[in-house]
Nanobody, 123 residues
Framework: QVQLVESGGGLVQAGGSLRLSCAAS????????MGWFRQPPGKEREFVAA????????YYADSVKGRFTISRDNAKNTVYLQMNSLKPEDTAVYYC????????????????WGQGTQVTVSS
């Protein structure tokens, strides 16, 4: 099991930027693909982005393509989500998660989750 702690959330105006971080501890971080998910108010949790174990491949939800960038630093056991051109509809609790596999695909199971960090985008 890997423990995950998100940080970097906050209140930002539409058009602004935030960078979320997720620090991992426990088992070998580089063994896992990592993902970011979010849960908007009153809605189900949804996929945002994922990155494979080496950081060489990234995947995005259509709603964030071109605006968000996922990356990881295995030496620091940290995964990041750079969010640019934020919109009010990006308001949500953002969670990072560790997959059971090194490579991500749409059927990947995520087994460890952080506690979440709130992102609020004002119009």
């Amino acid at each position: 099991q890997v423990q995950l702690v998100e940080s970097g959330g906050g209140l930002v105006q539409a058009g602004g930027s935030l960078r979320l971080s997720c620090a991992a501890s426990g088992r070998t971080f580089s063994n896992y693909a990592m993902g970011w998910f979010r849960q908007p108010p009153g809605k189900e949790r949804e996929f945002v982005a994922a990155v494979n174990w080496s950081g060489s491949s990234a995947y995005y939800a259509d709603s964030v393509k071109g605006r968000f960038t996922i990356s990881r630093d295995n030496a620091k056991n940290t995964v990041y989500l750079q969010m640019n051109s934020l919109k009010p509809e990006d308001t949500a609790v953002y969670y990072c998660a560790a997959a059971k596999d090194r490579y991500y695909n749409p059927y990947t199971t995520f087994h460890s989750w952080g506690q979440g960090t709130q992102v609020t985008v004002s119009s």
